[in-house]
């Protein structure tokens, strides 16, 4: 059974710098043709895909938000970090991990529940 | 970067209704198409891949078709369990695209 949890603060202050966890079971992104990707939704919003991390450590980003963002892995905890800088009350949503595997042509196939973040002081 | 459209942004349906929401890409996407249904407070679960291939467990009503730069997705008889919010995305590119979604509501 894959699962996806994310974790991290719900409220952080406009300029601080988020730091969101992604913790799995179920598959390794050590495994050939995995990534994790990282998706927000603010509230009563489209889905914003953000960031990408391949099994080859390949790194992927929102071309708009590519300046903010860091994306690494923890292959012996099974985590996926996802680091947004100078965080802004236009970043509040509820950010959610998901497993994308690429050798079976599947996109977000395991998604996490997702965490609300909410940006203010 | 690809930009998806899709319409409409919202639908009024009965059940058993026939339904169908379009997704355009700015550009070529291939078949590099996925769709996903999303329920409130719900994260989003994938549909379809690869523009036609249906997740396993997903039922049968659902469809997608298309390539290029149009894709569709239809749902051939609503159930009440079907009233949700619809995504496409793209994955042909560097980068991932969701289109703006669209809301099914009941008639």
């Known amino acids: 059974q894959i699962t996806l949890k994310e974790s991290g603060p719900t409220l952080v202050k406009p300029t601080q710098t988020l730091t969101l966890t992604c913790t799995f079971s179920g598959f390794s992104v050590s495994t050939s043709g995995v990534g994790v990707g990282w998706i927000r939704q603010p509230p009563g919003k489209a889905l914003d895909w953000l960031a990408l991390i391949y099994w080859n450590d390949e790194k992927r980003y929102s071309p708009s938000l590519k300046s903010r963002l860091t994306i690494t892995k923890d292959t012996s905890k099974n985590q996926v970090v996802l680091t947004m800088t100078n965080m802004d009350p236009v970043d509040t949503a509820t950010y959610y991990c998901?497993?994308?595997?690429?050798?079976?042509?599947?996109?977000?196939?395991?998604w996490g529940q997702g965490t609300l973040v909410t940006v203010s002081s | 970067d690809t930009q998806m459209t899709q319409s409409p942004s919202t639908l009024s349906a009965s059940v058993g209704d026939r339904v169908t929401i379009t997704c355009r890409a700015s550009?070529?996407?291939?078949?590099?198409l996925a769709w996903y249904q999303q329920k409130p407070g719900k994260a989003p679960k994938l549909l379809i891949y690869?523009?036609?291939s249906l997740e396993s467990g997903v039922p049968s009503r659902f469809s997608g078709s298309g390539s290029g730069t149009e894709f569709t997705l239809t749902i051939s008889s609503l159930q009440p369990d079907d009233f949700a919010t619809y995504y496409c995305q793209q994955y042909n590119s560097y980068s991932r695209t969701f289109g703006q979604g669209t809301k099914l509501e009941i008639k």
């Open positions: 690869k523009a036609s």
């Open positions: 998901a497993r994308e595997v690429v050798p079976a042509g599947t996109p977000f196939d395991n």
């Open positions: 550009q070529s996407i291939n078949r590099w």
